[in-house]
C-alpha cells in the first residue's frame, strides 16, 4: 500500500495528490486567533466534511462544484483507513481563482466596527441608523485578497478585485469578476433562505473559486461551514448587540477569559464545540451525523 504524505498542510485541513485528483482532509484540530490548539475536537472534519457535500449537492443548479466523492472506497487504498472515513473528500484539480469572496447578508464583526467608524464595509456606504446584527437590505459583496498561512487577507473594491484578476489572467479580470461576485451572492441568497427556513441565520460566508480544465468557473474548496461562515440561531435573534453562534465561539470566548493558558481547552468546553457544530448539521441536513 503506497503511503500518501500531504503536500499542504493548513491550520486544520491538509491536501493530498491523487494525480488527476486532490483530496482535501479536515482534521479534527482546531484553531483558535490563528493558534491550533491542543486539543482534538472528535467528528469536527467529519461535520465540515459532510456539511460541504450537503451545500455542494444543493447548488450543483447555480454552478458546479469540485467535489468528485467523499467515499473513501473511490480513493486511493491508503485513505480506507478509519481516520479518514467521513472527513475526506475526492475533489478535481483546480486553478483556484486568487480572490476570497465574501458576502455579507448582517452587519456584524470587521464589518460592524467599521460601520460604526464611518457608515462604510469594505467602502460600501450602507444606510444610517443600523444597530450591530441588522439585517442589511441587500447582501453586499466584500471581495479580500488571499494570503499565504501567517498573512493576514487584505479587503479590496469590486474594482480592485478586476484588477488584481486581470494581472493574473490577462483579458479576462472584469468577466471572472463579475462572474464571482454574482455567483458568490446568488449562492448565498439560496443557502441563506433554506437555512432560515431550518432555523439557522447564515450571517456571513466566504466561497473560494478555481477554473477547471475547461476553463469554467466551479466552487472550490469547503462551503458554508461553521468555519468559513457565521451561523446564529434564528430563535435567539435579537438585533443591537453579538449573536451566539453555531461555530468556536465557546473555545474563543474561554481562551479570552484565560490568557495565560497554554492553549488547551478544558474538555467540557470541547464538549460544547463539537455540540454546536452537529447541531447545525442535523438543523440544516435533517438527520444526524452517521
Not at 60 to 79: A, Q, R, W
Request: proline content about 6%; aromatic content about 12%; overall charge negative.
Amino acid at each position: 500500500m503506497t503511503e500518501f504524505k500531504p503536500f499542504k498542510e493548513g491550520k486544520v485541513r491538509e491536501i493530498y495528490d491523487a494525480g488527476d485528483n486532490l483530496i482535501l482532509v479536515a482534521t479534527d484540530r482546531i484553531s483558535c486567533f490563528d493558534v491550533i490548539l491542543n486539543n482534538i475536537v472528535t467528528k469536527k472534519g467529519t461535520v465540515l466534511t459532510q456539511m460541504s457535500k450537503f451545500w455542494f449537492d444543493y447548488t450543483s443548479d447555480i454552478l458546479p462544484n469540485h467535489m468528485v466523492s467523499t467515499d473513501v472506497n473511490d480513493m486511493p487504498e491508503y485513505f480506507r483507513q478509519d481516520k479518514f472515513d467521513g472527513n475526506s473528500m475526492l475533489v478535481k484539480k483546480l486553478t483556484m481563482l486568487p480572490v476570497e469572496c465574501i458576502v455579507r447578508g448582517y452587519i456584524t464583526g470587521s464589518g460592524w466596527a467599521s460601520y460604526v467608524q464611518d457608515g462604510t464595509v469594505c467602502g460600501i456606504k450602507l444606510p444610517e441608523g443600523l444597530k450591530e446584527s441588522d439585517k442589511l437590505p441587500e447582501p453586499i459583496y466584500t471581495p479580500s485578497t488571499k494570503a499565504e498561512i501567517g498573512d493576514h487577507d487584505e479587503n479590496i473594491s469590486f474594482e480592485q478585485s478586476i484588477e488584481y484578476l486581470e494581472k493574473q489572467f490577462p483579458g479576462k479580470g472584469l468577466e471572472y469578476a463579475t462572474k464571482l461576485r454574482d455567483c458568490t451572492i446568488a449562492l448565498y441568497k439560496k443557502c441563506a433562505d433554506y437555512a432560515l427556513s431550518k432555523g439557522i441565520i447564515i450571517a456571513d460566508t466566504k466561497f473560494e473559486f478555481g477554473l477547471d480544465e475547461d476553463g469554467n468557473i466551479v466552487i472550490g474548496d469547503e462551503m458554508l461551514t461553521p468555519d468559513s461562515s457565521r451561523f446564529w440561531p434564528a430563535d435567539q435573534y435579537e438585533p443591537g448587540h453579538g449573536q451566539p453562534s453555531f461555530d468556536k465561539q465557546f473555545a474563543r470566548d474561554w481562551l479570552k477569559a484565560n490568557p495565560h493558558d497554554d492553549w488547551t481547552l478544558p474538555q467540557d468546553i470541547v464538549d460544547k464545540t463539537i455540540a454546536k457544530y452537529l447541531q447545525a448539521y442535523e438543523l440544516l441536513t435533517g438527520k444526524p451525523l452517521n
